[in-house]
Nanobody
Framework: QVMLVESGGELVQAGGSLRLSCAAS????????MAWFRQPVGKQREFVAA????????YYADSVKGRFTISRDNTKNTVYLQMNSLKPEDTATYFC????????????????WGQGTQVTVSS
């Protein structure tokens, strides 16, 4: 079993930056695809970014491409999401997910989830 704990979410002004962290415990994640999803209040959870374990390839939702960067440090069993040029529409609870059993954009296919961290971007 893998436990994922997100941190780094806070209130920030539009145009600002944040770095979210997802620390894993219980098992190493070096052979897992890892991803970030987000869920605005009253809306469905949506894919943000993913990083493969094989070659560290990264994939992004169109809405964050060029502004967000996902990375991983297997020595620390941690995944990061660097978020720059934040917009009010980025406001959401951000979730870390691990071990995809299907397509990397499909939330339902991930075996492990964190509890989420709140990101609020003020205009």
């Amino acid at each position: 079993q893998v436990m994922l704990v997100e941190s780094g979410g806070e209130l920030v002004q539009a145009g600002g930056s944040l770095r979210l962290s997802c620390a894993a415990s219980g098992r190493t994640i070096d052979s897992y695809t890892m991803a970030w999803f987000r869920q605005p209040v009253g809306k469905q959870r949506e894919f943000v970014a993913a990083i493969f374990w094989t070659d560290f390839s990264t994939y992004y939702a169109d809405s964050v491409k060029g502004r967000f960067t996902i990375s991983r440090d297997n020595t620390k069993n941690t995944v990061y999401l660097q978020m720059n040029s934040l917009k009010p529409e980025d406001t959401a609870t951000y979730f870390c997910a691990g071990y995809s059993l299907g397509h990397y954009t499909e939330a339902a296919k991930y075996a492990y989830w964190g509890q989420g961290t709140q990101v609020t971007v003020s205009s």
